[in-house]
């Protein structure tokens, strides 16, 4: 669902920052060798995803789900010189795809992959974090919600991705989606819990930003 016309989409992108030529590179390697390229956060998503890590300035980062790395690439931007971003996927085929990338980057050591269970493996990292995005499977958002609150720093963020799930909040649910099901009451528990300051963005398929307080 595209919740604005591609054609006001395409204008958003052209006057906003430039897509960077290495994040141009991975998007078209991307819709050429790797299933769902839809997956992407893509020029604008990323540049909004850039900016703001840049405005917040984190030391460290943390990102559940990292596909083929471009969203990585995008919040790597604003990380402190000695900062790090740990980045989990549970898809090991996709682990050299994204390392290839972010060894072109400028944070190529800065950037930590992680592969397996995201709930298991963020216990393990020892870290407060600045900034969190969340773009992994629907049905754990709240789960990977609860867990990270606790770790965020006063101030912090948190970037929820495709909170709109292509319009299906707004539709009948339907018994079998388990998936809906928990994003609406995700955004719901973003909306009420005074632990945060939230914002929904209808950005693509929908992105929260929430605060903590």
């Known amino acids: 669902m595209h919740f604005i016309s591609e054609e006001l989409e395409d204008y958003t992108a052209k006057h906003s920052e430039n897509e960077p030529e290495l994040l141009a590179q991975l998007n078209r ?9 839809r997956m992407l956060s893509g020029h604008l998503q990323g540049r909004l995803l850039s900016i703001l890590s840049k405005l917040i300035k984190p030391e460290h980062i943390l990102e559940i789900g990292t596909y083929t790395g471009y969203a990585t690439l995008c919040l790597a931007e604003g990380v402190k010189e000695n900062g790090t971003l740990d980045t989990i996927d549970n898809n090991e ?23 397996g ?11 407060k974090f600045d900034l969190v995005f969340i773009d992994a499977d629907k049905e754990n958002y709240i789960n990977y919600y609860e867990m990270i609150v606790p770790l965020m720093n006063r101030g912090g963020v948190i970037i929820s991705d495709n909170v709109l799930w292509s319009g299906k909040v ?6 079998n989606d388990k998936s809906t099901k928990v994003l609406l009451e995700y955004n719901r528990l973003l909306k009420e819990d005074p632990r945060v300051e939230t914002v929904l963005l209808p950005i693509r398929d929908g992105l929260t930003v929430s605060r903590v307080v």
């Open 29 to 37: 390697e991307t819709h050429q060798k790797i299933l769902q390229p």
């Open 93 to 115: 085929e996709l682990y050299d795809f994204q390392r290839k990338y972010f060894d072109k980057s400028e944070w190529a050591t800065q950037i930590k992959q992680h592969l």
């Open 117 to 127: 269970n995201a709930l298991d493996i963020i216990p393990t990292l020892n870290k």
């Open 170 to 175: 707004l539709e009948e649910l339907k018994p």
